[in-house]
């Protein structure tokens, strides 16, 4: 035991973790944030290439997203908007390069009908649901018990259709229809505002991307936290009493604290041994809830030489294995980066290919895309989120079926002197680093209150 203890421990220096720890900071208590990781940033990464920092993570903001812009004003991070002059791409099946302009790819009249009135009915669905509690929502129960692969079946009328939804699905869950209960899909929705809210380039959360990258808040805050912040720290087991709990890292180190917030994801979460064991709903869900699957590549050029044929360096693709790309570069465009993000099904069959064979793959998919020219990068970097120890997928966890309404109200509820946080326990941008950093402001908030009563 050491000897000198904190007040509250925070397990965790992803973005939840590091807000949280920090606005405990701020209010007076004294802290210890615990991180596995050599480096700080949970699912925001970042690397240097060609004198720019290129993030392997989480990296998009957009409207209604207030609680990231007001973190980044607070730490002096401007913001970027992400390059959307000139049209974008859509690869059909069959490897056919269509350019459209917007948000809407040319699929055909027949298609795009189909895909309005499924995208209609989702977000007329996702408005009756109850963020906070999704199992009390009405229908809560049907909703469960069925996956966003039945439904699209069902409501999408043509082959088109199904295919875009499928592929929809892939890009902001990182996972297949099959895999993710309706339920989820229409409170993962609604956590966003609406389907366009989670899909849309302006306007959307992709609208902009913080200067320097999103890893530079996360650096930011870990320097306000200085000697508060243990790093190569990966926690093994947590005990808790009637006065207080004891945090053991893998060395056997150990510290005792009035409380702990975990802000890991939930699968990593599930690994820490506790003492008494959790109740049974919450040691159920966290069972129950995988990560999504996603690897994603940055490819680097001299210039961006996609604007100078009218692209925009978005594209998104109806053939395996890249979902979509988007233009990263920087506001001086002195640089080309390109992002390439493979997700679901996609992302777990390349992993098993030889990382040979995955570059070239890729390559090979980029020039189709974008001509010969993007098959030769200065720099090729992947970060197959899948295989990080400490983080075991992206974006977020997955919500299968009957997961909610069997055991979410167990989700954010705390466990005597344990809390928990991280993107997954937020209802409001659920997935997001802005949902992050809600997480982190809110788990503080409840300690200070917890503590409050408890004195």
């Known amino acids: 035991?050491?000897?000198?203890?904190?007040?509250?421990?925070?397990?965790?220096?992803?973005?939840?973790?590091?807000?949280?720890?920090?606005?405990?900071?701020?209010?007076?208590a004294e802290v210890l944030l615990l991180e596995a990781?050599?480096?700080?940033?949970?699912?925001t990464a970042g690397i240097e290439l060609d004198g720019e920092i290129v993030d392997l993570g989480g990296q998009f903001i957009g409207p209604g997203q207030d609680r990231v812009y007001a973190l980044a004003a607070e730490l002096g991070v401007a913001t970027v908007p992400t390059y959307t002059?000139?049209?974008?791409?859509?690869?059909?099946?069959?490897?056919?390069?269509r350019r459209f302009r917007g948000m809407v790819p040319k699929l055909g009249?027949?298609?795009?009908?189909?895909?309005?009135?499924?995208?209609?009915?989702?977000?007329?669905?996702?408005?009756?649901?109850?963020?906070r509690t999704p199992w009390r929502s009405p229908n809560a129960l049907a909703l469960d018990g069925q996956t966003l692969r039945s439904w699209i079946d069902r409501t999408a009328r043509t082959r088109g259709g199904r295919r875009f939804l499928t592929l929809a699905c892939q890009a902001i869950?990182?996972?297949?229809p099959s895999e993710l209960s309706l339920l989820h899909a229409l409170f993962y929705v609604k956590s966003g505002g609406d389907l366009s809210a989670l899909t849309d380039v302006e306007g959307g959360a992709q609208q902009d991307r913080l200067d320097g990258g999103a890893y530079g808040l996360a650096t930011k805050l870990a320097d306000r936290l200085g000697g508060a912040l243990r790093l190569d720290a990966p926690v093994r087991r947590i005990e808790q009493d009637g006065s207080g709990v004891v945090v053991t890292v893998d060395d056997g180190t150990?510290?005792?604290?009035?409380?702990?917030?975990?802000?890991?994801?939930?699968?990593?979460?599930?690994?820490?041994?506790?003492?008494?064991?959790?109740p049974a709903a919450r040691d159920n869900l966290l069972q129950r809830l995988p990560m999504g699957s996603v690897i994603k590549y940055v490819a680097t050029y001299p210039e961006p030489f996609w604007r100078s044929a009218g692209l925009t360096g978005a594209a998104l693709s109806l053939r395996a294995p890249i979902a979509l790309t988007v233009d990263s570069s920087p506001p001086s465009g002195r640089r080309g980066v390109l992002l390439a993000f493979v997700n679901g099904a996609a992302a777990r069959d390349l992993a098993a290919r030889s990382p040979g064979d995955r570059r070239a793959i890729l390559l090979g998919a980029l020039a189709r895309l974008f001509g010969p020219r993007a098959a030769t990068p200065s720099n090729f970097v992947e970060r197959d989120w899948n295989q990080e120890p400490f983080a075991r997928g992206g974006y977020s966890a997955v919500f299968p079926p009957g997961a909610w309404t069997r055991a979410g109200s167990a989700l954010r509820a705390p466990v005597g002197r344990i809390h928990w946080a991280g993107t997954e326990?937020?209802?409001?941008?659920?997935?997001?680093?802005?949902?992050?950093?809600?997480?982190?402001?809110?788990a503080a908030d409840a300690v200070a209150v917890d503590a409050g009563d408890a004195g």
């Open 173 to 176: 869950w990182a996972c297949e």
């Open 37 to 43: 990781c050599p480096q700080v940033g949970g699912r």
């Open 109 to 131: 009249p027949v298609t795009l009908l189909d895909v309005a009135q499924a995208q209609s009915r989702l977000d007329r669905l996702a408005r009756a649901i109850d963020t």
């Open 254 to 278: 150990a510290w005792r604290a009035g409380r702990v917030v975990v802000a890991v994801p939930p699968p990593l979460a599930s690994r820490i041994v506790y003492h008494p064991p959790l």
């Open 1 to 28: 035991m050491s000897h000198h203890d904190p007040d509250v421990i925070v397990v965790g220096a992803g973005m939840a973790g590091l807000v949280c720890a920090d606005r405990l900071r701020a209010r007076g």
């Open 425 to 442: 326990t937020s209802a409001r941008w659920y997935g997001y680093i802005d949902g992050a950093v809600r997480s982190g402001e809110a």
């Open 85 to 97: 002059d000139g049209e974008n791409l859509l690869q059909t099946e069959t490897g056919r390069l």
